[in-house]
């Protein structure tokens, strides 16, 4: 079965980003490499320092390129860096979005989405909490190496996905019935910049029953794949679009 996935994988990581339609694919199946419980990285068992130039020589490059991709989208100023005002940005978008659709989100509900992009994917694992100030200026290089060492953090690692799955799924469907259509996904996408003509792509690589509609339960999978799946498949690797080789 995640031959095929890795088949899309393949696929995505040359750009092509056009999933074969999956048959049969129980959602709540997760892929091999997620269910064994096995570290990401093995950075901490690694001899010697975890400088930079160990880290990234330890990841593969496949993982790599979601990393790659992730940053480019989060730099909201194309300036190449990672800074607390990109995260800030992104936090600005998704409230300005929930608040055009007429969600009228309450003050909680803001304050967790704030928490949840600054205080921890910005502080805890971008900038691996060391000076998170608006000085602080994150290159493509640290921003892999701090997020590879903090998905070590397995079971952390888990919670944040989960939380941040549950934002995004949350603000996608936008009309609030509980999946998500191709068309709320476009509009979502476009929110990272993301050319409209990605969206049916990336849509497909998150419908993995193919029934058009992304459920909370395909979401949550296919965060997790992208950020704790080293390799070995492509479920949910072009959520962000095409892939952008390391
Ligand atoms: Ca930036
Ligand atoms: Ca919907
Ligand atoms: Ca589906």
């Given at each position: 079965m995640y031959s095929r996935y890795k088949k899309q994988f393949q696929d995505a990581r040359d750009g092509l980003c056009k999933p074969e339609k999956i048959k049969g694919f129980k959602i709540n199946e997760k892929p091999s490499s997620i269910r064994e419980n096995t570290r990401i990285t093995d950075i901490s068992a690694m001899s010697?320092?975890?400088?930079?130039?160990?880290?990234l020589d330890k990841v593969p490059a496949t993982w790599k390129s979601k990393a790659k991709t992730f940053f480019f989208r989060f730099d909201t100023d194309g300036d190449g860096l990672h800074t607390r005002r990109d995260y800030e940005e992104i936090v600005n978008r998704l409230?300005?979005?929930?608040?055009?659709?007429g969600s009228n989100p309450s003050d909680d509900r803001l304050q967790g989405l704030k928490h949840t992009f600054i205080d921890v994917v910005w502080s805890e694992f971008v900038a691996g909490n060391h000076d998170t100030g608006s000085n602080r200026k994150v290159t493509l290089q640290e921003f892999t190496t701090n997020v590879a060492k903090k998905l070590d953090e397995r079971e952390y690692?888990?919670?944040?996905?989960?939380?941040?799955?549950?934002?995004?799924?949350?603000?996608i469907d936008i009309n609030s019935d509980g999946s998500i259509s191709l068309k709320e996904y476009g509009d979502f996408m476009e929110l990272?910049?993301?050319?409209?003509k990605h969206a049916p792509g990336a849509f497909e690589s998150l419908d993995a029953d193919c029934n058009n509609e992304i459920s909370r339960e395909e979401f949550f999978n296919a965060m997790q794949n992208f950020w704790l799946s080293m390799d070995d498949t492509g479920f949910g690797a072009c959520m962000l679009g095409p892939l952008i080789k390391w």
């Open positions: 010697g320092s975890t400088n930079v130039n160990n880290v409230t300005g979005y929930l608040k055009k659709s690692a888990e919670a944040v996905c989960k939380a941040i799955s549950t934002h995004y799924f949350d603000i990272f910049g993301v050319d409209p």
